[in-house]
């Protein structure tokens, strides 16, 4: 094959590795430029919640194995409710007949973080206390990047009118970002990971940073965990390369005082949300949704798992 030909072949593979990117809603740029500066992102879900109904056989089975079983330490024990702790603390369990009646809602509620148990913890969870409920389901999943690099230079925002609130860390620089209210189908959490270890007396990070992205999604809106962040940006705008001092002015302010944002009309508001992304080379959602769609079978299959009668994922 001669030269020419090599370039034409490399040139039209580009534009078709382009082309596949852009079907996804990806810019193209953006990704090719990040990928260049930041690490792609560790990946998986931190929190799992899931509800269901014991029926009254079923209720006194489970209590009767769970007031034996040395995994699990019980209490606040009655005919219509019990709460424990299963597999050295890692699971709370709860079931409440009576408040679910009057609540409308499902008697018992399995808590737990999948990435705390190991292999046979989860088949254990799995058979001797999730496969006991009926009509049961997820009520919370939290999907957690983690990047090993300093977010708190990044300037993150959303395109949906959400309340953001922001902690600074002793030197002066942003260390947690919430998106959201805690009781919300949907709630964002940007931190110093690293850190909130260090505070907790927790293991120690042996990389230089680690900040965590994590999305935690409740009720209906955990059907939509592999669609559930395109609103937010964690950009790296450059200001100074606006042209007009004015504009500059605007996003310097905009960056650095938030409180800015709500005294602007909201067509206003969205002409600098666009400018901002315009000016910035990197924006982490982007490297966030690519991460997403490498893992989202991976992810499918733990949550089939729990729902399901199906083997172990390899």
Known sequence: MSKKAEEIQAKQ???KENSNFSKTGY???RLNRHIMYTPEPKLHFDAMTIVGNLNKNNAHKLSEFMSIAPQIRLWDILQTKFKAKALQEKVYIEYDKVKADAWDRRNMRV????????HEEMLWLKQNI???MEDDGFTRLD???DFEDDLSDYYAMTDKSVKKTIFYGRNGKPETKYFGVRDSDRFIRIY???QERKDNADIEVMSEHLWRVEIELKRDMVDYWNDCFND????????SSLEKVKDQAMIYMLIHEESTWGKLERRTKNKYREMLKSISEIDLTDLMKLTLKENEKQLQKQIEFWQREFRFWE
């Open 130 to 132: 999730i496969d006991y």
């Open 192 to 194: 110093n990971k690293k």
């Open 13 to 15: 593979s580009l534009e």
């Open 27 to 29: 810019s193209n740029s």
């Open 232 to 239: 937010l940006h964690i950009l790296k705008p450059d200001w």
């Open 143 to 145: 999907l957690a990047f």
């Open 111 to 118: 808590e737990f973080n999948p990435n705390k148990l190991t």
